[in-house]
């Protein structure tokens, strides 16, 4: 039997008088009058071939068949209203899942932070986090293999936008016991001569963008490159070699009691961004953990400005 046969209709007009017993109660219920109500049901019998109600002058029950019949019909309101609240959470950006990829210190050390922040507000909200390296991070977004990206600026793709979030500058991280820990203030000639240990493709080439125009002896290169930065840290606390990275990088250096130094003349500001599709359309989902994501690291990066104090509260978290 084809299911355009049945209507919603007629299937809410016999759930509601057989849960009430009553014509007159069904189509109070359904705003409807008692004729049209009752309409509705005998519809649903021409089309099921059978009586779901047997009647008289004071009363109306199910008949065999209608109890046979009266669960099925329940069910299929019920999964009706749960796609309803379904399309409404979607449509109010209340449900869905969220791919969202970063670089290793952003998506272990900050991400976690700002999706347990937004998901106190939209539970039904999943974020998945995907690690992904700065280098891949605007082909994956161009490709619709994440809804969005967080990472270091980079150069982008025509379909990509990018919005810059918050600067940070370039710095030094040293062990405590290193020479240049007791520098205040460096110079990039300073660094001349220095085991420095870069981390990733992405940070050679920063380097090497730094001093592009710089005189040749004063030029700065890396003596070794590792894949990931917990690599380069973890060599630098050592005291084996340096490593310069982001200032945001902190969250993840402040840990193994790394110093931060910066380097000026010039100082070098990398910008951090998220970056999303302009012409996939990206889900209501994304939207919204967009919306919170971009006010929230910019909340973040302020209460880990360079050179100010951490509370004490914030030294708790």
Known sequence: MPLTRFTLRQFE?????AERSSFSEASN??????????????ELEASL???VFDRST?????????????????????????????AADVRNRASGVVRVGAPMVLASAVLPAAIKAFCVTRPKVI???RDTPVDELIDKVASGDLDLAVGPDRRTVPHVDTIHVFDSPWVLWCAPSHPLARRRQLQWEDLRGEQIVAAGRDHELGVAQMHLNAPEGTRVRPVDIVDNISTALGISAQG?????APAFIAVAAAPLGLVMRRVRNPEAIRQVCIY?????AVP????AFYDFLVPWLQQWKGRRSLGRPRTRAETAR
């Open 29 to 42: 219920q359904m705003g409807l009058t008692s004729s049209a109500v009752s309409q509705l049901v005998a």
């Open 58 to 86: 004071r009363h109306v029950e199910l008949s065999s068949a209608g109890r046979d019949f009266i669960g099925p019909a329940q069910t299929v309101l019920r999964h009706l209203q749960m796609a309803e609240s379904a």
């Open 276 to 280: 999303r599709s302009k012409v996939r």
């Open 127 to 129: 974020v998945r986090i």
């Open 240 to 244: 084996l070699a340096i490593t310069l």
């Open 284 to 287: 209501p989902a994304a939207e």
């Open 13 to 17: 007009a016999f759930v509601a008088v």
């Open 49 to 51: 071939g059978f009586r």
